[in-house]
Protein backbone atom coordinates (compact mmCIF):
# COMPACT_ATOMS: atom_id res chain seq x y z
CA UNK A 1 0.00 0.00 0.00
CA UNK A 2 2.97 2.46 0.67
CA UNK A 3 4.69 1.60 -2.52
CA UNK A 4 1.29 2.25 -4.57
CA UNK A 5 0.94 5.46 -2.74
CA UNK A 6 4.40 6.49 -3.09
CA UNK A 7 4.17 5.57 -6.32
CA UNK A 8 0.82 7.54 -6.93
CA UNK A 9 2.55 10.93 -4.89
CA UNK A 10 5.12 10.55 -7.55
CA UNK A 11 2.97 10.73 -10.62
CA UNK A 12 1.24 13.71 -9.22
CA UNK A 13 4.87 15.28 -8.62
CA UNK A 14 6.35 14.24 -12.50
CA UNK A 15 2.89 16.15 -13.42
CA UNK A 16 2.83 19.29 -11.55
CA UNK A 17 6.87 19.81 -12.31
CA UNK A 18 6.06 18.99 -15.71
CA UNK A 19 2.74 21.82 -16.00
CA UNK A 20 5.29 24.33 -14.00
CA UNK A 21 8.10 24.15 -16.38
CA UNK A 22 6.07 24.59 -19.53
CA UNK A 23 4.55 27.75 -18.06
CA UNK A 24 7.73 29.09 -17.05
CA UNK A 25 9.80 27.94 -19.98
CA UNK A 26 8.92 30.31 -23.66
CA UNK A 27 7.26 28.12 -26.08
CA UNK A 28 8.83 27.84 -29.24
CA UNK A 29 7.77 26.23 -32.42
CA UNK A 30 9.55 25.39 -35.77
CA UNK A 31 7.05 24.75 -38.40
CA UNK A 32 7.43 23.13 -42.05
CA UNK A 33 5.07 23.34 -44.35
CA UNK A 34 4.89 21.28 -48.04
CA UNK A 35 1.41 20.92 -48.99
CA UNK A 36 1.23 21.53 -52.50
CA UNK A 37 3.87 23.61 -54.14
CA UNK A 38 5.47 25.97 -51.29
CA UNK A 39 8.18 25.40 -48.97
CA UNK A 40 8.05 26.78 -45.87
CA UNK A 41 9.79 27.44 -42.60
CA UNK A 42 8.84 29.25 -39.57
CA UNK A 43 10.07 29.65 -35.61
CA UNK A 44 7.69 31.07 -33.38
CA UNK A 45 7.13 31.74 -29.39
CA UNK A 46 4.11 31.92 -27.15
CA UNK A 47 4.26 35.54 -27.68
CA UNK A 48 3.25 35.66 -31.29
CA UNK A 49 6.87 36.73 -32.26
CA UNK A 50 8.11 35.26 -35.29
CA UNK A 51 11.40 34.62 -34.61
CA UNK A 52 12.55 33.31 -38.19
CA UNK A 53 11.02 32.17 -41.41
CA UNK A 54 11.74 31.36 -44.61
CA UNK A 55 10.13 30.64 -47.81
CA UNK A 56 10.81 29.23 -51.79
CA UNK A 57 7.59 28.83 -54.17
CA UNK A 58 7.44 26.89 -57.10
CA UNK A 59 5.18 29.10 -59.64
CA UNK A 60 8.20 29.44 -62.24
CA UNK A 61 8.37 25.67 -62.54
CA UNK A 62 4.89 24.83 -62.89
CA UNK A 63 3.31 28.29 -64.60
CA UNK A 64 4.11 26.91 -68.21
CA UNK A 65 2.12 23.68 -67.58
CA UNK A 66 -0.77 25.71 -66.09
CA UNK A 67 -1.28 24.11 -62.94
CA UNK A 68 0.78 21.97 -60.81
CA UNK A 69 3.21 18.84 -61.48
CA UNK A 70 3.95 16.85 -58.67
CA UNK A 71 6.93 14.94 -59.59
CA UNK A 72 9.02 19.12 -59.79
CA UNK A 73 6.92 19.88 -56.64
CA UNK A 74 8.59 16.92 -55.08
CA UNK A 75 11.83 17.32 -56.50
CA UNK A 76 11.83 20.98 -55.45
CA UNK A 77 10.83 20.21 -51.60
CA UNK A 78 13.60 17.67 -51.29
CA UNK A 79 16.56 20.87 -52.65
CA UNK A 80 14.39 23.73 -50.42
CA UNK A 81 13.61 21.97 -47.27
CA UNK A 82 17.41 22.20 -46.28
CA UNK A 83 18.27 25.42 -46.71
CA UNK A 84 14.82 26.33 -45.78
CA UNK A 85 14.82 25.48 -42.05
CA UNK A 86 18.31 26.81 -41.80
CA UNK A 87 17.46 29.92 -42.81
CA UNK A 88 14.18 29.74 -40.28
CA UNK A 89 16.36 28.78 -37.75
CA UNK A 90 19.19 31.08 -38.04
CA UNK A 91 20.71 31.88 -34.91
CA UNK A 92 18.41 29.96 -33.42
CA UNK A 93 19.73 26.93 -30.93
CA UNK A 94 17.77 23.74 -31.00
CA UNK A 95 18.05 23.55 -27.60
CA UNK A 96 15.12 25.89 -26.88
CA UNK A 97 12.54 24.61 -29.60
CA UNK A 98 9.73 22.65 -27.68
CA UNK A 99 8.49 20.75 -30.63
CA UNK A 100 8.23 20.38 -34.25
CA UNK A 101 5.10 21.42 -36.33
CA UNK A 102 4.26 19.73 -39.59
CA UNK A 103 1.83 19.76 -42.23
CA UNK A 104 0.06 16.50 -42.48
CA UNK A 105 -2.94 16.68 -44.54
CA UNK A 106 -4.90 18.07 -46.29
CA UNK A 107 -2.47 18.11 -49.97
CA UNK A 108 -0.88 17.17 -52.40
CA UNK A 109 0.62 13.73 -51.08
CA UNK A 110 3.98 13.63 -53.03
CA UNK A 111 4.41 17.05 -51.00
CA UNK A 112 3.30 15.83 -47.58
CA UNK A 113 5.28 12.78 -47.85
CA UNK A 114 8.45 15.35 -48.35
CA UNK A 115 7.78 17.42 -45.35
CA UNK A 116 7.10 14.25 -43.01
CA UNK A 117 10.27 12.27 -44.15
CA UNK A 118 12.48 15.55 -43.28
CA UNK A 119 10.22 16.33 -40.02
CA UNK A 120 11.80 12.15 -39.12
CA UNK A 121 15.06 12.94 -39.56
CA UNK A 122 14.93 16.22 -37.25
CA UNK A 123 13.13 14.60 -34.84
CA UNK A 124 15.32 11.55 -34.10
CA UNK A 125 18.64 14.19 -34.36
CA UNK A 126 17.13 16.85 -32.31
CA UNK A 127 14.49 14.13 -29.58
CA UNK A 128 11.74 16.52 -30.05
CA UNK A 129 8.22 15.73 -29.72
CA UNK A 130 5.60 16.58 -32.82
CA UNK A 131 2.60 18.07 -33.76
CA UNK A 132 1.03 16.87 -36.60
CA UNK A 133 -0.83 19.65 -38.46
CA UNK A 134 -4.13 20.16 -40.53
CA UNK A 135 -3.53 22.25 -43.06
CA UNK A 136 -6.56 24.24 -43.24
CA UNK A 137 -6.72 24.69 -39.56
CA UNK A 138 -3.66 26.27 -39.83
CA UNK A 139 -4.99 28.74 -42.15
CA UNK A 140 -8.33 29.48 -39.95
CA UNK A 141 -6.32 30.23 -36.75
CA UNK A 142 -3.57 31.92 -38.78
CA UNK A 143 -5.46 35.17 -37.89
CA UNK A 144 -4.96 34.82 -34.21
CA UNK A 145 -1.33 35.34 -34.48
CA UNK A 146 -1.72 38.28 -36.20
CA UNK A 147 -4.44 39.99 -35.28
CA UNK A 148 -6.27 39.67 -31.59
CA UNK A 149 -9.84 37.26 -32.71
CA UNK A 150 -11.12 35.12 -29.65
CA UNK A 151 -13.08 32.47 -30.07
CA UNK A 152 -15.69 32.00 -31.45
CA UNK A 153 -15.71 33.39 -35.05
CA UNK A 154 -16.59 32.38 -38.99
CA UNK A 155 -14.14 31.97 -41.16
CA UNK A 156 -14.04 31.77 -44.83
CA UNK A 157 -10.51 29.73 -46.09
CA UNK A 158 -10.68 30.55 -49.91
CA UNK A 159 -7.86 28.88 -52.14
CA UNK A 160 -6.59 26.83 -55.01
CA UNK A 161 -7.46 23.63 -53.56
CA UNK A 162 -10.47 24.29 -50.88
CA UNK A 163 -13.52 26.96 -50.55
CA UNK A 164 -14.68 26.17 -46.84
CA UNK A 165 -16.81 28.10 -44.69
CA UNK A 166 -16.83 27.33 -41.11
CA UNK A 167 -17.47 28.03 -37.61
CA UNK A 168 -13.97 28.11 -35.61
CA UNK A 169 -15.27 27.93 -31.51
CA UNK A 170 -11.94 26.25 -30.31
CA UNK A 171 -8.46 25.07 -31.75
CA UNK A 172 -9.85 21.91 -32.11
CA UNK A 173 -13.27 22.32 -32.45
CA UNK A 174 -15.11 23.20 -35.95
CA UNK A 175 -18.34 23.82 -37.48
CA UNK A 176 -18.55 23.46 -41.64
CA UNK A 177 -21.38 25.39 -42.18
CA UNK A 178 -20.63 24.36 -46.44
CA UNK A 179 -17.47 23.38 -49.00
CA UNK A 180 -16.91 23.32 -52.33
CA UNK A 181 -18.55 20.53 -54.15
CA UNK A 182 -16.80 20.17 -57.34
CA UNK A 183 -13.43 23.38 -57.37
CA UNK A 184 -12.54 25.89 -55.84
CA UNK A 185 -12.37 29.67 -56.55
CA UNK A 186 -9.02 29.71 -56.99
CA UNK A 187 -8.85 26.87 -59.38
CA UNK A 188 -11.81 28.52 -61.34
CA UNK A 189 -9.94 31.85 -62.13
CA UNK A 190 -6.25 29.57 -62.70
CA UNK A 191 -8.43 27.76 -65.20
CA UNK A 192 -10.20 31.24 -67.15
CA UNK A 193 -6.57 32.72 -66.86
CA UNK A 194 -5.21 29.94 -69.06
CA UNK A 195 -8.48 29.53 -71.20
CA UNK A 196 -7.30 32.97 -71.71
CA UNK A 197 -3.93 32.84 -72.54
CA UNK A 198 -3.08 35.29 -70.19
CA UNK A 199 0.48 34.40 -69.02
CA UNK A 200 1.49 35.74 -72.04
CA UNK A 201 -0.01 39.19 -71.40
CA UNK A 202 2.78 41.46 -70.86
CA UNK A 203 0.86 43.58 -67.95
CA UNK A 204 0.63 40.30 -65.90
CA UNK A 205 2.56 37.49 -67.29
CA UNK A 206 4.38 37.49 -63.92
CA UNK A 207 1.41 36.83 -61.85
CA UNK A 208 -0.61 33.90 -61.00
CA UNK A 209 -4.16 32.79 -62.75
CA UNK A 210 -6.21 34.84 -60.16
CA UNK A 211 -4.02 37.74 -59.63
CA UNK A 212 -4.03 38.27 -63.07
CA UNK A 213 -7.66 38.53 -63.52
CA UNK A 214 -8.05 40.78 -60.59
CA UNK A 215 -5.62 43.43 -62.03
CA UNK A 216 -7.02 43.32 -65.60
CA UNK A 217 -10.74 43.32 -64.10
CA UNK A 218 -9.60 46.65 -62.82
CA UNK A 219 -10.37 48.13 -65.93
CA UNK A 220 -12.83 46.05 -67.17
CA UNK A 221 -17.07 45.90 -67.19
CA UNK A 222 -18.58 43.22 -65.30
CA UNK A 223 -21.73 43.81 -67.00
CA UNK A 224 -20.76 43.30 -70.29
CA UNK A 225 -21.15 39.23 -69.79
CA UNK A 226 -23.37 37.52 -68.08
CA UNK A 227 -22.13 34.07 -66.04
CA UNK A 228 -24.92 33.27 -63.59
CA UNK A 229 -26.98 30.67 -63.85
CA UNK A 230 -29.30 28.54 -61.22
CA UNK A 231 -26.96 26.02 -60.58
CA UNK A 232 -24.47 28.69 -58.07
CA UNK A 233 -27.29 31.49 -57.25
CA UNK A 234 -28.67 31.94 -54.10
CA UNK A 235 -32.05 29.83 -55.05
CA UNK A 236 -29.62 26.55 -53.47
CA UNK A 237 -31.12 27.11 -49.68
CA UNK A 238 -27.20 26.00 -48.23
CA UNK A 239 -23.58 27.33 -47.50
CA UNK A 240 -22.24 24.78 -50.00
CA UNK A 241 -20.14 26.13 -53.39
CA UNK A 242 -19.78 25.03 -56.79
CA UNK A 243 -17.94 26.79 -59.20
CA UNK A 244 -17.72 24.38 -61.87
CA UNK A 245 -20.53 25.61 -64.01
CA UNK A 246 -19.29 29.09 -63.49
CA UNK A 247 -15.61 27.79 -65.56
CA UNK A 248 -18.14 25.90 -68.12
CA UNK A 249 -19.85 28.73 -68.75
CA UNK A 250 -16.78 31.40 -68.97
CA UNK A 251 -14.87 28.45 -71.32
CA UNK A 252 -17.93 28.93 -73.38
CA UNK A 253 -17.65 32.41 -73.63
CA UNK A 254 -13.97 32.18 -74.94
CA UNK A 255 -14.41 30.20 -77.23
CA UNK A 256 -18.11 31.95 -78.88
CA UNK A 257 -15.69 35.32 -78.90
CA UNK A 258 -12.04 34.11 -78.99
CA UNK A 259 -10.78 35.64 -76.10
CA UNK A 260 -7.48 35.18 -75.91
CA UNK A 261 -4.44 37.09 -75.68
CA UNK A 262 -1.92 36.82 -78.48
CA UNK A 263 0.71 39.24 -79.28
CA UNK A 264 -1.18 40.96 -82.21
CA UNK A 265 -3.73 41.73 -80.08
CA UNK A 266 -4.13 45.87 -80.60
CA UNK A 267 -7.23 46.01 -78.06
CA UNK A 268 -7.33 43.82 -74.98
CA UNK A 269 -10.67 45.16 -73.50
CA UNK A 270 -12.91 42.17 -74.46
CA UNK A 271 -10.34 40.62 -71.77
CA UNK A 272 -10.63 43.01 -69.08
CA UNK A 273 -14.25 42.86 -69.60
CA UNK A 274 -14.34 39.07 -68.70
CA UNK A 275 -12.16 38.90 -66.36
CA UNK A 276 -14.14 41.47 -64.42
CA UNK A 277 -17.50 39.34 -65.11
CA UNK A 278 -16.08 36.02 -63.33
CA UNK A 279 -14.00 37.87 -60.91
CA UNK A 280 -17.56 39.64 -60.17
CA UNK A 281 -19.43 36.00 -60.51
CA UNK A 282 -17.28 34.02 -58.11
CA UNK A 283 -17.21 36.99 -55.47
CA UNK A 284 -20.86 37.51 -55.51
CA UNK A 285 -21.49 33.39 -55.36
CA UNK A 286 -19.47 33.20 -51.82
CA UNK A 287 -21.04 36.34 -51.21
CA UNK A 288 -24.51 34.74 -51.26
CA UNK A 289 -23.22 31.78 -48.75
CA UNK A 290 -21.65 33.80 -46.32
CA UNK A 291 -25.08 36.05 -46.02
CA UNK A 292 -27.00 32.85 -45.78
CA UNK A 293 -24.20 31.58 -42.58
CA UNK A 294 -25.34 34.85 -40.89
CA UNK A 295 -28.75 34.63 -41.18
CA UNK A 296 -28.75 30.91 -40.01
CA UNK A 297 -26.25 32.19 -37.65
CA UNK A 298 -29.23 34.67 -36.03
CA UNK A 299 -31.55 31.72 -36.47
CA UNK A 300 -29.33 29.42 -33.91
CA UNK A 301 -29.69 32.67 -31.64
CA UNK A 302 -25.72 32.45 -31.18
CA UNK A 303 -24.79 35.38 -31.93
CA UNK A 304 -20.86 35.36 -30.61
CA UNK A 305 -21.10 32.92 -33.74
CA UNK A 306 -21.17 35.92 -36.32
CA UNK A 307 -19.64 38.91 -34.45
CA UNK A 308 -16.20 38.36 -36.82
CA UNK A 309 -15.78 37.17 -40.11
CA UNK A 310 -11.73 36.22 -41.20
CA UNK A 311 -10.80 35.56 -44.58
CA UNK A 312 -7.98 33.46 -45.33
CA UNK A 313 -6.27 31.28 -47.95
CA UNK A 314 -4.70 33.00 -51.29
CA UNK A 315 -7.88 33.76 -52.54
CA UNK A 316 -8.64 36.06 -49.97
CA UNK A 317 -5.94 38.09 -50.94
CA UNK A 318 -8.38 39.53 -53.42
CA UNK A 319 -9.39 43.14 -52.76
CA UNK A 320 -12.17 42.80 -54.93
CA UNK A 321 -13.76 39.96 -52.22
CA UNK A 322 -12.45 41.55 -49.47
CA UNK A 323 -14.69 44.83 -50.13
CA UNK A 324 -17.44 43.14 -51.07
CA UNK A 325 -17.48 41.42 -47.83
CA UNK A 326 -16.27 44.33 -45.97
CA UNK A 327 -19.98 46.11 -47.14
CA UNK A 328 -21.95 42.87 -46.03
CA UNK A 329 -20.43 42.76 -42.59
CA UNK A 330 -20.86 46.19 -42.15
CA UNK A 331 -24.18 45.84 -42.93
CA UNK A 332 -24.78 43.43 -39.98
CA UNK A 333 -22.49 45.48 -37.83
CA UNK A 334 -19.70 42.10 -37.81
CA UNK A 335 -16.07 42.54 -37.94
CA UNK A 336 -13.81 41.49 -41.19
CA UNK A 337 -10.56 40.48 -40.11
CA UNK A 338 -7.66 39.34 -43.03
CA UNK A 339 -4.66 38.39 -42.19
CA UNK A 340 -2.01 40.19 -44.25
CA UNK A 341 -1.69 39.01 -47.78
CA UNK A 342 1.34 36.96 -47.05
CA UNK A 343 0.34 34.61 -44.53
CA UNK A 344 -3.02 34.05 -46.13
CA UNK A 345 -1.16 31.78 -49.04
CA UNK A 346 0.71 28.65 -47.64
CA UNK A 347 3.50 29.65 -45.19
CA UNK A 348 5.61 27.84 -42.21
CA UNK A 349 4.18 30.79 -39.97
CA UNK A 350 0.92 29.31 -40.02
CA UNK A 351 2.01 26.04 -39.11
CA UNK A 352 4.04 27.24 -36.39
CA UNK A 353 1.45 29.11 -35.02
CA UNK A 354 -0.80 26.49 -35.18
CA UNK A 355 1.69 24.15 -33.25
CA UNK A 356 1.96 26.66 -30.81
CA UNK A 357 -1.69 26.72 -30.01
CA UNK A 358 -1.63 22.75 -29.90
CA UNK A 359 1.33 23.22 -27.82
CA UNK A 360 0.32 24.79 -24.90
CA UNK A 361 -2.67 22.87 -24.63
CA UNK A 362 -1.26 19.66 -25.10
CA UNK A 363 -3.86 18.96 -28.33
CA UNK A 364 -2.48 16.00 -30.38
CA UNK A 365 1.21 16.32 -29.17
CA UNK A 366 3.32 12.72 -29.83
CA UNK A 367 6.46 11.60 -28.86
CA UNK A 368 7.17 9.55 -32.49
CA UNK A 369 6.25 9.64 -36.05
CA UNK A 370 6.42 6.23 -37.24
CA UNK A 371 3.03 5.17 -38.15
CA UNK A 372 1.88 8.86 -39.05
CA UNK A 373 0.79 8.66 -42.42
CA UNK A 374 -0.08 11.80 -44.82
CA UNK A 375 -3.68 12.17 -46.11
CA UNK A 376 -4.86 13.88 -49.54
CA UNK A 377 -8.04 14.24 -48.39
CA UNK A 378 -9.01 15.54 -44.78
CA UNK A 379 -12.66 17.12 -43.79
CA UNK A 380 -12.18 20.21 -41.19
CA UNK A 381 -14.81 19.32 -38.32
CA UNK A 382 -18.10 18.35 -38.00
CA UNK A 383 -20.49 19.17 -40.95
CA UNK A 384 -23.65 20.78 -40.34
CA UNK A 385 -24.32 21.46 -43.54
CA UNK A 386 -27.45 19.67 -43.61
CA UNK A 387 -28.56 22.03 -40.72
CA UNK A 388 -28.10 24.76 -42.79
CA UNK A 389 -30.27 23.42 -45.64
CA UNK A 390 -33.35 21.86 -43.67
CA UNK A 391 -33.18 25.37 -42.05
CA UNK A 392 -34.06 26.84 -45.51
CA UNK A 393 -33.03 30.43 -45.49
CA UNK A 394 -33.53 32.97 -48.05
CA UNK A 395 -31.23 34.93 -49.31
CA UNK A 396 -31.76 38.01 -51.82
CA UNK A 397 -28.99 37.77 -54.59
CA UNK A 398 -28.19 41.41 -54.33
CA UNK A 399 -28.31 42.26 -50.63
CA UNK A 400 -26.71 45.89 -51.83
CA UNK A 401 -30.64 46.29 -53.19
CA UNK A 402 -31.71 45.07 -50.40
CA UNK A 403 -29.75 47.35 -48.73
CA UNK A 404 -30.54 50.65 -50.78
CA UNK A 405 -34.29 50.18 -50.25
CA UNK A 406 -34.05 50.04 -46.52
CA UNK A 407 -32.25 53.10 -46.53
CA UNK A 408 -35.06 54.81 -48.62
Given at each position: ?70 N ?26 S ?20 T ?14 H??E ?29 I ?10 G ?54 SA ?41 A ?15 R??L ?33 C ?5 K ?14 M ?29 L ?26 K?
Amino acid sequence: MNLLRCHLWSLIFNKYIHQNIVCLRTIRILGIETSCDDTGAAVIDDQRNILGESIRNQLQYHQKFGGIVPNIAKQHHYENLVPVVAEAMNNIEWDSISAIATSIRPGLIISLWQGVNFTRQLLFKYNKPFIPIHHMEAHALTVRLTHDVDFPYMVLLASGGHCILAIVEDVDKYYRLGESNDISPGETLDKVAREMNLSEHPSVKDLVGGAAIEYLALQGDSSIFNLITSQYSAKSKDCSFTFGGMLSAAKRLITKHQIKYDSSMLNDQILKDLCACIQTSVVRHIETRIHRAILYCDYRENLTWRKTLVLSGGVASNLFLRKRLKDLCDYYSMKLVCPPPKYCTDNGVMIAWNGVERFRRNLGVISAVDEIIPEARSPLGENISEHVRNVDIHVPFDWEKVKKNKKA
